[in-house]
């Protein structure tokens, strides 16, 4: 047996529907896992699947627990994608020499709904469980042999039998493809949008002229409104400012203003202030008033001096100009400022429009170039997608003669269809042959359930030697096979676990005999609550449960000599 540095070492279940505690002892090569209906079994497979990543029910927590746990100890290369991306997640590995390491996940899910996964140590997203999951595993069970009718499937299962020349060439025109969608899209777009962008650009045009002609400043609105305030009382301020100076200092008639009657009383205190010196400062004030009014009221009469004597003529520009600057807010505001930012804003906004032209023109030529280019790296694929299929079509059908199907072929057909896409343009179809003058058929028309079984391991097993995968876990392959074909099942099972772990959930003997690990889902009752245990079986122990599998009789004699003799044979061909 080849030795394998990547695989499930165990997996501890708590709590996970009629399992309340159990630990599975996996390691390298083929293990087995068996056991009475209702006994458990389909829980083991769904406690896998929460470990890589499923979607968790929280339907399978064992009644009464407030919550179902699983874990599972990994062995992986101390170096590779899966370190590098458990380490990306914030969990580590252990190391155990050899160039490999261990990784511990685990999964959790409370009977309220909440889930939880622990990677390497620590809380991660159980989004990282399903990546790892893609990298560290394969799951075969029913639905996968429904899957295997899609032409996808079909698709992918020859692109890992071609291997890394083609996962380079497809590598390489994925980053062509891409660019060239990516181009296509955009000149799409703006070819349909040139009109509308014209448009744009023909008003961003007049907008500008119309801005730059009037050529408001910054504050502009806000001085017109003042200065349209006072042009618009201009007569009144006259009036109010000359009849305030004519209190304060009657230049053109005699009367009783405030300068003067300060005046008279300034002679007044400074005639009896000798007599008291407190009059002599309340004199002093009285001067110190009459220089103040008398500054005021010359002011007054600068002010008077200054009013415009043509007001009506100015207001009627002001207002001209409040006019304008009101008809630019009202287009391109709601302020001032907003059409002053527009009129800078603009060039930008015109200078890019107007690169439209140039843009498409180098996109159209871009998209010409890459269509050449795709359409060769395409025919690229094609033809490596051909020498494998031609290859693939008769590796299977060899292993389908060892699978007590002699007389069966498979025909990989690779056809080229109109458009391309991210994986090329080729449609693949794997087509069963059942006999020799028959029209080979696809496999969603062709095979029955025990078939498309065998031809699903038949598949795996030939691209395992150009694509290993770390672990295998086949739930019920063999469901709908018997006898001869499921030891045949056995046995290729058996040769695909010399270069990768593989976990298969079976009820035949025929292939549970070919396995160097054995374990059963042990069935118990306390009269109201079933539980579930896993254990090992060796020895006696063995051969009694294979017994059980052949006849249903695990004390049976006839049924014990037949499970030795089974369990021998496939011993010897392994």
Known sequence: MTEQRAGIEE???KDLGVIADASLPLGPGFTALTGETGAGKTMVVSALGLLLGER??????????????VEGRWRVADAGEVVERVRDAGGDVDPVGSGSAELVLSRSVSAEGRSRAVVGGRSAPVSVLTELGEQLVVVHGQSDQIRLRSAVAQREALDRYAGAPLADAIENYVHVFHRW??????????????DRRAREAQDLRLAMAEIETVAPQPGEDDELAERAERLSNLEEL???AASARELLSAEESEGADALSLLDNARRSLERVAPHDAALGDVAEAVANANYLVSDIAAQLSTYLAALDTDGARELEIVQERRSELATLVRKYGPTLDDVIRALETGSSRLFELDGDSDRIDQLRADVESDEVLVAELADGLSALRRDAAERLGAAVSDELTALAMADARIVVEVTEREEFTASGRDQVAILLQPHS????????????????????????????GTDPVPTFIFDEIDAGVGGASAIE???????????SQVIVVTHLAQVAAFANNHLTVVKGSDGSVTESSVRQLTGDERI??????????????????????????ATAGR
């Not at 799409?188 to 949008?193: M, W």
């Not at 009694?544 to 369990?567: C, F, I, K, N, Q």
Request: glycine residues 12%; without cysteine.
């Open 11 to 13: 997996i501890s279940i």
């Open 56 to 69: 968790a029910d929280t339907g399978a927590v064992r009644l009464g627990s407030p919550q179902a746990w």
């Open 181 to 194: 969608r990516d181009n296509r899209a955009e000149l799409d777009e703006l070819v349909a949008d040139q």
């Open 238 to 240: 006259r009036l109010g």
């Open 437 to 464: 003058g028959a029209e080979p058929r696809a496999l969603g028309k062709g095979a029955s359930g025990g078939e498309l079984s065998r031809v699903m391991l038949a598949i795996e097993v030939v691209i395992a």
């Open 489 to 499: 099942i056995g046995r290729r099972l058996a040769r695909l676990a010399e270069s």
């Open 544 to 569: 009694a449960e294979m017994a059980r599998l052949l006849s249903g009789l695990p004390d049976s004699e006839s049924g014990l000599a037949h499970a030795r003799e089974l369990v021998e044979m």
